[in-house]
C-alpha cells in the first residue's frame, strides 16, 4: 500500500472535519460529567421500593430472632403426654408408644422413676423433662400418710365406724378427709357438681380429673347417692343447640349431631334412641339420660 493510498483515508471535507471535533467534544464533554458528577444521587428510589426493603428488613429480623428462640415447657402430667407433646420432649416412637400401652391399662405412672421403668427413656431425656412432671395433689402428698400410729396391742386399738355421706351433700371438708383427695381435686368434684346440678351416681367420679381407682374405691365407701337430686332437666327434643352444647356431657359437635338426628328422625323417646348419637358414650347413657326430659 503507497503513501499516496494511506493519505487519502485522512482527507476529509469542511463538513467531516466539522462532525469529527463535534464527537470529540462530546466525548470529552461525558468523561468530565462521569467524574466530578455524583450519578448515585440523582437516582430516587420509589415509594413501592422503600416500602419493600423496610418490610424486609423486618422479615430478616424476625428470622435472626427465632434463629434463638427456645421453647418453653410448662408444668404437666406426664400420663397425658400425647404423640405431638412427646415429639416435642424429644421422645422416640417407641417410647411413646410404651407410655399409651401402659395407660391403655388404666394405670398411672405416678413418679420419674416409674416413667422411665414403663417408657425406658434415657437418664439424659429424664433429667431433662422430669422438672416439668407435675402429679396429682394426692400423689405429692402421699408422705402424709406414710406414718401410722403403732399400738402395743390391737386388742385395745378402737376401731372407728365409717359413716356412709350423700355425696351431693358433701362439703369440701367431708372431701378432704378422703385418703388422696386434696384442695384441688375436691374443689373439682364440686364444681362438677354444681354444673350438673347434683350427681345421680357413683360412677361419675371417674369423670373427676385426676382421680385415681384407688381414690374412687375410697369415695364409694364413705359417699353414695342417697336420693336423686331435685335437678332442672334439659328438654333434648326441644332445646337448641346452644343450650344442649352447655351441658357437660355435650360438646358442640354432639349438640349439633342431636340436632341434625332430632330433625331427620323426629323426637327422642327414650335412652335407646340416645345411645344412637355417634360418639355418644353407650356406657353412659344411662347416667345421661337421667339430666334430661324426653
Known sequence: MTFKIIKSYFKFSPGQRTGVFLLFGI?????????????????????EKEKWLSVQLQ????????????????????????????????????????????????NYVNSRKEFQDVTKVSDSLLNAISPYFKFP?????????????????????????????????????????????????SLRIL????????????????????????????LNSHFKVSELPNLK??????????????????????AKQIVTFRSMNGDFKNVNDLTKIKGLSIDKANIIALYLDF
Do not use: C
Not at 400420663?79 to 420432649?89: A, E, M, P, T, V
Not at 328438654?235 to 352444647?245: P, Q
Open 191 to 218: 364444681k362438677l357438681k354444681e354444673s350438673l346440678g347434683g350427681f345421680v351416681s357413683m360412677e361419675q367420679m371417674n369423670d373427676v380429673w385426676g382421680v385415681s381407682p384407688e381414690v374412687i374405691e375410697n
Open 137 to 185: 395433689d394426692w400423689v405429692n402428698n402421699k408422705k402424709e400418710f406414710k406414718d401410722y400410729k403403732k399400738y402395743p396391742n390391737s386388742a385395745f386399738v378402737k376401731k372407728e365406724k365409717t359413716v356412709i355421706i350423700d355425696i351431693n351433700k358433701a362439703t369440701q371438708e367431708d372431701l378432704i378427709k378422703i385418703y388422696g383427695i386434696g384442695e384441688a381435686i
Open 27 to 47: 466525548i470529552i464533554v461525558l468523561q468530565l460529567v462521569y467524574f466530578f458528577v455524583d450519578v448515585s444521587a440523582l437516582s430516587n428510589d420509589s415509594p
Open 233 to 254: 332437666k334439659i328438654d333434648i327434643n326441644n332445646a337448641s343447640t346452644k343450650e344442649l352444647s352447655q351441658f357437660p356431657y355435650f360438646n358442640y359437635q354432639l
Open 59 to 106: 422479615i430478616d429480623s424476625m428470622k435472626q430472632q427465632k434463629l434463638h428462640y427456645i421453647p418453653k415447657i410448662y408444668p404437666f402430667n406426664p400420663n397425658f403426654i400425647s404423640d405431638y407433646k412427646g415429639y416435642k420432649l424429644g421422645m422416640s416412637v417407641l417410647e411413646i408408644d410404651r407410655l399409651l400401652a401402659f395407660r391403655k391399662g388404666n
